[in-house]
């Protein structure tokens, strides 16, 4: 890492309205071209019951953020960190389906997590694929939402019906990555797609925050559980990467803090009042 950079508390939610469209994959990745960037990057796999990021990192886990929600161990038993720095929350495995969560489980969530504040700047949320509560749950929680599609058709027809399901429950912007493309052209013109369809529907603004070709590297690295960053070195698709990490992160989302939910609460709140409080000095 390259030095502590205060940097504003981004959690951005990535999620996708089918499986299948590399989610979880583009997810590691960036969080280790962020980690790469000197970013404090968190991933919280929120595929409750059904997660595989800790296998992807090559660290099973005893506990889950399963047992969190459910009061059988604090986060602090659940949080783990790689060997490269970044921090991850496990969702747990083998349970059959993504876990649904009561009110009481989702306020205990909402807690501990309050208490990993200073864990980190970034916080990226691998969200269960398709229109699930979990689903939900985490995108009305992020400060960001991604959504991951790609240029086949039942892809985009699903990824309209969940965008426009979260238009429905409030949300305002989202930013898509095309997935999987042939070219640059494949990704921009299914993006105009997605675009023109949300813009009749209305209540929704999407941005385009880029695209990832199709290479058997991305099948052999998932194979051998290796990042494509350490796999490839600085090749083409690192750059693919960087693209979207940096896009992700140019496109400041539309204020989230007067929300009733919301992760991180207490030190979004706080970093809202230092930004007053300096603007307020300044024009003294």
Known sequence: MTGTVERKLRVVSISSGKGGVGKTVLTLNLAHI????GHRVL???GNLGNGNVDSLFRSLSEYS???VARGVVPIGKVLKRT???IFFLPAGS???TTTSLTTEEKLTLFSELDSLEDVADLVLVDCPSGIHDVTLFFVRSSTDLVCVTTPEITSVISTLSFLTLLSSRGEKEAGIIVNMTEDDGDGTNTFEVISEQVGKEGGMKVHYIGHFPYDYTV???IRFLQPLVEKEGKGHLRGYLLNIAQEILRNPPEEKIKKCQQFFTRRLLREEHDTIFKANEVGQ
């Open 65 to 67: 953020l399963v047992d």
């Open 94 to 96: 083998a349970l059959g």
């Open 219 to 221: 099948i052999e690295s």
């Open 34 to 37: 962020y980690q790469s960037l």
């Open 83 to 85: 060997p490269s720095g």
């Open 43 to 45: 991933v919280i796999d």
